[in-house]
């Protein structure tokens, strides 16, 4: 959906202030405001599923398995059970911040000599050479023994029945969907997710009664069902029959890692992500360079603005293409990274009047997705966000388990003296990043922005439209975005040109060709902005705030 823009916002807000009939730019909807509990997602039965947890006497953990357990039936070629989950979890009783890395390792039999042998120079984006062990359900797991109230089977048995009952495929997701009928010849694909010989129109039901058996599995013999039982035998004994080296024992093997997350403070709001294997520092990264300037007084929308939002990002993301990699594997300099007084050597190289056409990551001596978030009565809030990668993920959907296996490990780099390198039980460069904000040592803001390489970019202009700009909730979210597409990337892939950006309507021409003045390329386009969902804790009246920008399916409900 195009979004116009009314007008700029020149002043600074410490609170979500707009209304939507004075509020200086255009928005889809209002904010949604409630005072007991709260749930995002980018698919309205998601949402409400969410909610009716909440209401049954669950926690903010319990609805946010639940929401996920039910995009993994509602919107498959984005998450699911056969990809990875990361969390962020605001734990109210102990005032603190948890982090969770659920995501998988690759294959210990697939080893470099076997690409070696085959000649390849990367990992293809679809097929079994991409696929890595499965983190979501052992995530599930992890959070509800730590946190959740509800028994698994009544948190699960939402998604079975939409499973197994059917429910309207909406609009974007079918859109989406149609991608998928250029896998048809893939393993299990079509049987599962292409009823008919096709992809599922808008407001035609969709069942998927295998997929509604595993969750059953699941629910009634827990994780080990999955990564010890039937399940895993199952991907074992498919993978094998096409090519695959995932074993059972990889499963057998595999554990979440509970981490402390990482900060970085931008003007007095704490913003906290998770650091790598993941990209989320990036966004920590572009925050900590845009903090060095006058964001506010240059406008939004502005040519001042886009460009050094461009630059910072450029700057960030080669880091993120040399450093950011599985921390079991190598020392990663994260607090160098996200430190301020790195972000004020990294901004003393950009130009105000010329985009750079290339950037050198800083020489530092090393010491397709959704997103939900759900807060409940007590204070709790949970950020989190799964995938199963680039659309549908490798296209191989064991028939029998009707899921398809991610496609994660196509993001390794088969330059062996990289970060990212392949390695056998090795977690790749992952791009799925929740966030969080608090403010004086309180729960301000529980948000993501789905979307690849967009997310940091996302990130970082969702923040800098409610701090710098004074935008409410649904405004940041609602608000035109630009990307830039073109930096190297973490699987070896190097881009010297510059890139370019990409942009939604509401950038006035004469900004346009201020910015291509400076050396940008421009290019508009509609879609590829990611998906923004956002709660957030107005502590003065102690209510919370939802938001669900336009660009998805989405809905933010609360009561």
Not at 57 to 67: H, K, L, Q, T
Not at 474 to 484: F, S, Y
Request: charged share 20%; net charge negative; glycine share 10%.
């Amino acid at each position: 959906m195009k979004v116009l823009m009314l007008g700029f916002c020149l002043f600074v807000s410490t609170s979500f202030a707009h209304d939507r009939l004075t509020g200086p730019h255009f928005t889809t909807r209002s904010e949604v405001l409630a005072q007991s509990g709260m749930a995002a997602s980018s698919q309205p039965l998601v949402s409400q599923v969410a909610l009716d947890i909440l209401k049954r006497g669950g926690n903010a953990i319990d609805a946010a398995i639940a929401a996920n357990a039910v995009n993994s039936v509602v919107e498959p070629m984005s998450c699911g059970i056969g990809g990875d989950l990361f969390a962020i979890v605001w734990n109210a009783k102990e005032r603190r911040l948890y982090g969770l890395n659920a995501s998988g390792r690759s294959p210990q039999s697939l080893t470099m000599e076997e690409f070696r042998t085959r000649g390849m120079e990367q990992i293809p984006v679809r097929g079994p050479l991409s696929v890595s062990t499965p983190g979501c359900v052992d995530g599930w797991y992890e959070l509800h023994d730590k946190f959740g109230s509800m028994p698994m089977q009544e948190i699960l048995q939402p998604a079975i029945d939409y499973a197994e009952q059917g429910f309207p495929v909406t609009e974007v997701i079918a859109q989406y969907w149609q991608s998928g009928e250029r896998m048809a010849d893939h393993p299990g694909f079509a049987e599962v997710l292409l009823p008919d010989g096709r992809a599922p129109k808008k407001g035609e039901i969709f069942k998927n009664p295998a997929l509604a058996h595993t969750l059953t599995l699941i629910a009634q013999q827990g994780r080990e069902a999955f990564y010890n039982g039937a399940i895993a035998a199952e991907i074992e004994a498919f993978l094998s029959q096409h090519g695959g080296y995932l074993r059972a024992s990889d499963l057998a093997a595999h554990t979440s890692t509970w981490i402390d997350p990482v900060s970085a403070s931008y003007r007095g709001y704490e913003v906290w992500e998770l650091p790598p294997n993941g990209q989320g520092i990036a966004a920590l990264q572009i925050l900590n360079i845009l903090e060095g300037y006058d964001i506010a007084g240059m406008g939004f929308g502005s040519a001042d603005y886009i460009h050094t939002l461009v630059e910072a990002k450029k700057l960030a993301f080669e880091d993120r293409a040399k450093y950011y990699a599985d921390m079991d594997f190598n020392d990663i300099p994260v607090k160098q990274l996200i430190s301020k007084s790195y972000a004020d050597q990294r901004r003393r190289l950009i130009d105000p009047d010329r985009a750079a056409d290339r950037y050198d990551a800083g020489d530092i001596k090393p010491g397709d997705t959704i997103y939900l978030t759900v807060a409940d009565k007590q204070g709790n809030m949970v950020s989190l966000i799964q995938s199963i990668f680039y659309g549908f993920g490798s296209g191989l959907v064991p028939p029998e388990l009707g899921f398809p296996l991610q496609n994660r490990g196509a993001l390794f780099t088969l330059q062996e003296d990289h970060f990212n390198c392949y390695e056998p039980g090795k977690r790749p460069f992952h791009t799925i990043i929740p966030a969080f904000v608090t403010k004086d040592g309180e729960p301000f803001l529980s948000f993501g922005v789905m979307g690849g390489d967009m997310q940091p970019q996302g990130h970082a202009q969702i923040l800098v439209n409610i701090i710098d700009f004074g935008m409410n909730l649904q405004e940041a979210g609602d608000a035109p975005r630009i990307r830039h597409i073109g930096s190297s990337q973490p699987t070896g892939t190097v881009m010297r040109d510059g890139g370019y950006v990409v942009y939604e309507s509401g950038i006035t021409p004469e900004v346009i060709r201020d910015l291509i003045r400076r050396g940008h390329d421009l290019r508009k386009i509609v879609g590829g902005f990611g998906g923004y969902q956002a709660i957030g804790w107005d502590a003065r009246n102690k209510v919370y705030i939802g938001a669900s920008e336009s660009r998805k399916d989405g809905q933010a409900v609360g009561y």
